[in-house]
């Protein structure tokens, strides 16, 4: 099993505002209208597990944006709507054994996605690759990508494009 998170940040770190809002995100300038390498990143995953938060903001949508099978960790929601019934399942399970769970399902290589749902999969040193795109905008305050890790973790830089626009992403694998 392989788990990557893919995610854009604020320079000073955060995913969102703190009200969940991700304006600063949707209104980057994109002339050339390039997707940053989201479609290749995505025909290389089979699976994608969000956070209940997150699943949240994307029920807002005016669509349902993923093309894979997404499961949606939480331990409050009972049901999805109906309209995404057989694209979404609801898990409330420790990361480790999601991953046990989509493995069995056979799964192999999975996008995690959602703050504190990142954080949880961090902790437990589950998180295989980290590709994060920064975005030049200062937010002072906001839903941090990044938590409390009993120790630190060592990650190896691949590489990094940088966008005319000054979207920035690189990537990391996990250190040895
Ligand atoms: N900038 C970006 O690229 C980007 C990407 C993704 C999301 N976002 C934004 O980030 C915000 C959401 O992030 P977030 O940190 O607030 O939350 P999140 O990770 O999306 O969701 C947190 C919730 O997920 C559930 N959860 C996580 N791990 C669990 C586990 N092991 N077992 C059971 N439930 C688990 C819990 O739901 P329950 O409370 O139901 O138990 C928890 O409250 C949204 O505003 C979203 O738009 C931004």
Not at 40 to 61: C, H, M, N, Q
Not at 157 to 169: M, R
Request: charged share 20%.
């Amino acid at each position: 099993m392989h788990a990557t998170v893919y995610i854009a940040t604020s320079l000073d770190g955060f995913i969102a505002r703190k009200d969940g809002s991700i304006d600063w995100l949707t209104s980057i300038e994109n002339p050339s209208n390039d997707d940053f390498g989201y479609q290749d990143f995505i025909s290389g995953i089979d699976a994608i597990v969000i956070g209940r938060a997150t699943f949240e903001t994307v029920l807002a949508f005016p669509g349902w944006p993923y093309t894979k099978p997404v499961f949606v960790l939480s331990s409050t929601l009972r049901q999805v709507p109906e309209k995404l019934k057989g694209k979404v399942s609801l898990l409330n399970l420790e990361p480790a054994q999601a991953l046990e769970h989509l493995t069995r399902e056979g799964h192999t290589r999975v996008y995690i996605d959602g703050g504190k749902t990142v954080q949880g999969f961090l902790r437990e040193g589950l998180i295989d690759r980290l590709i994060v795109t920064k975005i030049p905008v200062l937010l002072g305050e906001g839903i941090p990508l990044f938590g409390p890790l009993a120790q630190d973790q060592h990650w190896v830089h691949v590489k990094t494009d940088v966008y005319p626009n000054g979207l920035v992403k690189s990537e990391y694998r996990r250190g040895g």
